[in-house]
């Protein structure tokens, strides 16, 4: 009898909790910064293959800020749950599901269908906040197969950090660039990838330069290890100094993320045979001259965040570490207008972030 009874309870709490819904920031009926909500959703339920995460905390990235805007083409539509970047505990899983357990801490992979491998076009249809709704909610339903278990000495809001700056990072680095210690490697502004790109550059060994158009910041950037720092509004010709930090040969790797407006100085910058992994278009519109790259035969490779294999690497080496992501600030869940606003304003060091409804 009491077996019976306890049984009872618990299908009518489960019945309960999937009665009562759940809160989640969408763009309903059109993008806009003014035309996201914060609006009652179904709590999900898992089906097979698949696990539902509650969410910790999410993290911003400038990508966010295009997809607010309905910058991202006609693919991204409304409705959308935006944001890429998420980690939270797993609550549930459906029938089949081996390699994740209710309880396991975990993040997102920013690309739900690339495991591995060269990526694809099926790939690129899966990611969170553009194709597929994305993690800013209290809770998510994802494939178990795009789910990571993040390092253990990492909070919540470090781990949702993770998924797209530290894994792009990561990908120009070593995927991309295989960085090697002792080389040089020259990134750009204060944004969440250049961060991690240090970061991880001096992990490896190697030496960094790091520009800014802050002061403040490079005094920051010089604390975290960067060996020289440059401010590229005082100094637009910023090439020059890291020739001059490299004895006139250049820099072996280059993360540009200022996009065609800083390109043509990063080839200046880079030595002959050298990386240039280009991910941003934060500078906006500019002139390239491709004489520069055949003459002193630049690798030039697009980096569009990067695989769960190169997650999962990217984590054996953090935790190995002990390192630390750097957060500006957390938000409220309920302030997620003044986060994106915030990022906007370009005066974060590090990551944005968002903590979870509580």
Same mark, same amino acid.
């Given at each position: ?105 975990? !993040? ?50 470090? !781990? ?99 996009? !065609? ?7 200046? !910058? ?89």
């Amino acid at each position: 009898m009491v077996g019976r009874i306890f049984q009872y309870i618990i299908v009518r709490k489960a019945q309960n909790r999937k009665a009562d819904p759940m809160k989640a920031w969408r763009f309903v009926k059109a993008f806009g910064l003014e035309n996201i909500e914060s609006v009652d959703v179904s709590v999900p339920e898992a089906g097979p293959g698949q696990a539902v995460v509650r969410v910790r905390a999410c993290s911003l990235n400038y990508r966010d800020l295009v997809v607010s805007k309905g910058g991202y083409g006609r693919a991204v539509k409304v409705p959308l749950t935006p944001l890429s970047d998420g980690a939270g505990e797993v609550v549930a899983v459906g029938p089949g599901v081996t390699r994740i357990k209710p309880g396991d801490r975990v !993040a997102g992979i920013f690309m739900q269908g690339w495991l591995d491998g060269p990526p694809d076009d099926a790939g690129a249809a899966t990611a969170l906040g553009g194709a597929l709704d994305g993690m800013l909610a209290e809770m998510v339903c994802l494939d178990a197969d795009g789910l990571v278990k993040y390092p253990e000495h990492l909070s919540y809001e470090e !781990a949702a950090t993770l998924p797209c700056a530290a894994v792009t990072a990561w990908h120009s680095l070593f995927e991309s660039g295989g960085l090697k210690p002792g080389q040089t490697v020259l990134v750009q502004g204060t944004g969440g990838v250049s961060i991690f790109a240090l970061q991880f550059a001096k992990m490896a060994g190697a030496r960094v330069i790091a520009t800014s158009s802050s002061d403040a910041k490079l005094e920051r950037l010089r604390a975290l290890g960067a060996d020289c720092v440059v401010n590229c509004r005082s100094n637009p010709d910023w090439d020059r100094a890291a020739r001059d930090f490299t004895g006139g040969v250049g820099v072996d790797h280059v993360i540009e993320v200022g996009g !065609a407006g800083t390109l043509p100085t990063s080839l200046k !910058a880079v030595r002959r045979g050298g990386h240039i992994a280009l991910i941003g278009v934060l500078s906006g519109a500019g002139e390239c001259d491709p004489r520069f790259i055949f003459l002193k035969q630049v690798k030039i490779q697009g980096i569009y965040v990067g695989s769960r294999c190169m997650f999962e690497e990217m984590n054996g080496a953090i935790a190995a570490a002990g390192m630390k992501p750097v957060i500006d600030r957390v938000f409220p869940f309920a302030d997620v207008k003044e986060a994106f606003s915030y990022l906007e304003s370009g005066a974060h060091f590090g990551k944005v972030c968002i903590r979870g409804e509580v």
